[in-house]
C-alpha cells in the first residue's frame, strides 16, 4: 500500500491563503484532498488524476488549486480567500486502481490516506 506524507496546513485569518502537499511512496491513480471536522463525515475537496483532470467540491470551486507532478508522486493544493468554515482536518488520499469513469470526489473511491493536518481559519 503507498504511503502518504502530508505536509503545511496551520492557522490563518479569514481571507487568509495556505498550502499543502502530499508526497505518495509509490505510483498512484487518483489523489486528492478530503476533510473533516470532528463528527462530520469526510468530505472531498478536490481530486486529480495523473493525466491532471481535476475535480473541485463546489464549496472550493475558484478559491482553491490542486497541482500535480507525477515524476514526484506529490500533489499540492493552493487554498486562497480561505473562510471560517474551511476549518477542518486535511486529508491526502491516493488509489491504485485506474476508474473507468473518472476520480471522483468519494472516499470509499481511495485506498491509502495520510496521518491528516489541521487548517484553522479564524474570523
Known amino acids: 500500500q503507498v504511503q502518504l506524507v502530508e505536509s503545511g496546513g496551520g492557522s490563518v485569518q479569514s481571507g487568509g491563503s495556505l498550502n499543502l502537499s502530499c508526497v505518495a511512496s509509490g505510483w498512484t491513480s487518483c489523489m486528492g484532498w478530503f476533510r473533516q471536522v470532528e463528527g462530520k463525515e469526510r468530505e472531498g475537496v478536490v481530486v486529480i488524476s495523473r493525466s491532471l483532470l481535476d475535480t473541485y467540491s463546489d464549496s472550493v470551486k475558484d478559491r482553491f488549486a490542486i497541482s500535480r507532478d507525477n515524476a514526484k508522486n506529490l500533489i499540492s493544493l493552493r487554498m486562497n480567500r480561505l473562510k471560517p468554515e474551511d476549518t477542518a482536518m486535511y486529508y491526502c488520499?491516493?488509489?491504485?486502481?485506474?476508474?473507468?469513469?473518472?476520480?471522483?470526489?468519494?472516499?470509499?473511491?481511495?485506498?491509502?490516506w495520510g496521518q491528516g493536518t489541521q487548517v484553522t481559519v479564524s474570523s
Open positions: 488520499a491516493s488509489s491504485e486502481s485506474v476508474p473507468w469513469n473518472g476520480c471522483q470526489l468519494k472516499a470509499a473511491n481511495f485506498d491509502s
